[in-house]
């Protein structure tokens, strides 16, 4: 198993995603922490896990606040001492056509999907160049690259995570921390349930011409997360269909 030994935070891994990926983490043999605003579809997480022979245990959150993240990262290495992975895959994405974006949403997304993530790491990364080793990964999306329409709030929130993979990986880096992110396409998940047609609409713009399933996207932060990755520094690995290649 490639992760064995290990522990990871997943942040938003009460569904779709987050939770594909954790799933995959405990399957190779990671201690994770499961995080999300709802304990119930936490705990349900947590159930498969155990029910398949491995470790987890569920968090709650405040993504928007520091407070909250800061009280996050001091939990996990309370429960499972250490953590030698994290993904930062909690995120909101509000489409909307600019005009109608109004400024609580733009803070809101703002705050959740740049500034949460921003202040887990620096809680977590200190401890991880410390120790010489760890692993973390940034879930961003393809419209961090291309443009689309009523997508440009969501699609700059990631492009500002795109821009911190790269400055983190320089700085953590030399000190043994790997930073890099997964920029999934069109991903069938809960959250998108009620917009699959929009989801094949986006599809058919890219070489694949099908809309990805999160097992997917979790198989490239199997690969990132494990010793197979020490190598790659400051990488966004497309899980798109191929979109931001043409």
Known sequence: MRLQGKTALVTGSTSGIGQAIAEAFAREGARVVVNGRNAQRGQAVVDAIRAKGGQATFLAADQESIEGVRRLAKEATTVFGSIDILVNNAGIFPFAPLEQVDEATFDTTYAINVKGPFFLTAALAPQMAERGSG???NITTMVAHVGEPTMSLYGSTKAALTLLTKSWATELGPRGVNVNA?????????????MVEGLHQLATALPAKRVA????????????????ADFVHGATIPVDGGRIAI
């Open 182 to 194: 997964i920029a999934p396409g069109p991903t069938y998940t809960p959250a998108t349930e009620g």
């Open 213 to 228: 399933q999160a097992s997917e996207i979790a198989a490239a932060a199997v690969y990132l997360a494990s010793d197979e």
């Open 135 to 137: 692993k973390i990964i």
